[in-house]
């Protein structure tokens, strides 16, 4: 079993950033794929970005790239994901995500945090 717990969420300002940070334990984290999705009021959960087990390899939706940095710490146990220039579209509640592997994954993880939420306002 891995447990996740994210922090970080708040309300900010369009054009203002902030930092999710998500704490895993219960496996051995750099065994771990990490991503971050988020779900607004009435839709679908859909995908952020994700990272390898290295933070070598990173991918993201279109609609955050260049915005949004996702990294990891292997030695705290923490992926973050850094959002910068933060749209009122933003606005969601931002859920980490593991998985057992070592590449990327867009999908399918099996574990998730219980989301934090981030409210931008125009």
């Known amino acids: 079993q891995v447990q996740l717990v994210e922090s970080g969420g708040g309300l900010v300002q369009a054009g203002g950033s902030l930092r999710l940070s998500c704490a895993a334990s219960g496996r051995t984290f750099s065994s771990l794929a990490m991503g971050w999705f988020r779900q607004a009021p009435g839709k679908e959960r859909e995908f952020v970005a994700a990272?390898?087990?290295?933070?070598?390899?990173?991918y993201y939706a279109d609609s955050v790239k260049g915005r949004f940095t996702i990294s990891r710490d292997n030695a705290k146990n923490t992926v973050y994901l850094q959002m910068n220039s933060l749209k009122p579209e933003d606005t969601a509640v931002y859920y980490c995500a593991a998985d057992p592997g070592t590449g990327l994954r867009l999908g399918g993880y099996d574990y998730w945090g219980q989301g934090t939420q981030v409210t931008v306002s125009s």
């Open positions: 990272i390898s087990w290295s933070g070598g390899s990173t």
